[in-house]
């Protein structure tokens, strides 16, 4: 049955498929420097954000997303102090990375600050921490910035970027990885945004290659459910410089004084559980690196 | 952007969202006595089932689907000799289960044959141990089957039904469950699968009070990705006679001799771990019975 004009649709490239919203009303549409960005009203969704044709946040489902691009790395890292965010302009991340006590100071690093803009007045809940005294927000080139980053003056780097398509390709580059991994401290992390796992397997083996020749001691992915992206099923991977990714702090997340929808410390665990493809594919990589 | 007509789209009811395939040919169009059966062929995700206007089942994703509506039940009972399937009529789930060589009988129940004989055709592979010695395929009422089925007759009742609207709906009340409690010997589990957590949390709720009224010691719900269905994120729910969820046969799972694509002991653990939005309603839900 075919969808009338009330419907967002996104179809997904390569992929044969495609996810729909309805919408009740189409609040912005801003074509900025770097890309188009539209503003609707749903009906069960709450606000959405759409950037350049792809669903990127919405109200309802956000959290899985952003809970799980910042608390299993914070709280897979000893003591992460100093964390900067590549992208995430609708300031979620921010928001949770600024959640935990340990954290001294986060630079959000996004090249658009009409996302921030669009963000600020239709997800002012994302927003909430944006002039926490911890938190910088930056509206220029992040792949500059961490290029330009003293080497080891981070703790946590999140990779918090569109698809490895047009411009967000070069965050999938060893280069770029070569950048987070000399601006990283010993025992540092990066994490990104990795795909779905039954649609892009070669973006995450692309990834694993690009860390290992980047010198990344281990990396690991993270599976989590995101209904708004292609397959409704997502992933982050991790690289850790100088060190494994073994354990977490589990009795801090235990004790976490913040409230979460999505993660706790049985999520945690259970987010690095490897499906059996995977488990035999990434084997694969690291025996053929 | 619209889709044209060689789109599949099934909207969701209630939800505000539509999944959407493309199609390059319609296979079949059949009405049963019961339902409408079509079938596609797709441009990535193989072979395409629709039942009344709802996805069911592509070659592409229903791995995911038919191995947690069977080895993590399989694995939690502690000798899995009799196995009944309500409904799973595309014998997906039948050939899961019996590779498990501890099942002395699987015996699958769905009132509607001609799903069967368009499984056959279109996933001949999901069909490939219907002539298995162990295996019986009836095709009436599965209900009424249940009803009549022998107290302490069965190990484990696999309901892999339809959604709990129209026919479906009975499946989800407490006479139906206590129809499965009286069927099942002690330590015997039920598994229904159990719609999206974050679309259908109210249906959750229904599903956990009329396990607790019919009387099951011990319930639990597993999690998984299931891109064709509603928001991409699916669920099951295990019901426990007399026994509790504890544990499951996690060196027989590593030991196991047949292949699966996501499925292993550490996903059955991951599976289980509640997100903390969903850890809260279970815990409101048990304290308010």
Redesign the interface.
């Known amino acids: 049955?075919?969808?009338d004009?009330s419907?967002f649709?996104e179809?997904h490239d390569?992929?044969?498929?495609?996810?729909?919203?309805?919408t009740t009303a189409k609040l912005s549409d801003v074509q900025s420097d770097y890309q188009r960005i539209e503003m609707f009203d749903?009906?069960?969704?709450g606000k959405l954000m759409v950037i350049d044709?792809c669903t990127m946040v919405s109200t309802?489902?956000n959290f899985l997303y952003h809970e799980m691009m910042s608390h299993p790395v914070l709280f897979s890292h000893a003591a992460p102090k100093r964390v900067a965010i590549i992208g995430g302009g609708d300031c979620g991340t921010l928001r949770e990375v600024l959640k935990h006590p340990e954290v001294e100071r986060a630079v959000q690093i996004d090249i658009d600050e009409q996302v921030t803009r669009a963000a600020e007045k239709y997800f002012p809940e994302l927003c909430e921490s944006n002039h926490d005294p911890r938190a910088e927000l930056l509206w220029i080139d992040g792949i500059d910035w961490i290029n330009k980053a003293p080497a080891g003056s981070l703790d946590v780097i999140i990779v918090d970027s569109t698809d490895p398509i047009g411009p967000g390709e070069v965050l999938f580059t060893p280069a770029f990885y070569n950048a987070c991994h000399n601006a990283l401290a010993d025992g540092g992390l990066v994490v990104q945004q990795s795909e779905s796992p039954?649609l892009h397997l070669p973006i995450l083996e692309k990834m694993y290659r690009s860390l290992m020749a980047a010198r990344f001691s281990d990396a690991r992915t993270l599976?989590f459910?995101?209904?708004l992206y292609p397959?409704?099923?997502w992933s982050a991977t991790i690289g850790c410089k100088n060190g494994t990714l073994d354990g977490f702090r589990e009795a801090d997340a235990d004790r976490r004084r913040f409230d979460?929808?999505?993660?706790?410390s049985?999520?945690h665990?259970?987010?690095?559980?490897?499906?059996?493809?995977f488990?035999k594919a990434r084997a694969d990589w690291l025996a053929s690196n």
């Not at 749903?42 to 969704?45: F, G, L, M, R, Y």
């Open positions: 049955m075919a969808l004009d419907w649709t179809q390569g992929a044969g498929s495609a996810f729909s919203l309805k749903t009906t069960d969704w044709g309802r489902d039954l599976f459910p995101q209904p397959s409704g099923w979460t929808h999505y993660y706790n049985a999520i665990r259970a987010a690095f559980a490897e499906p059996e493809f488990r």
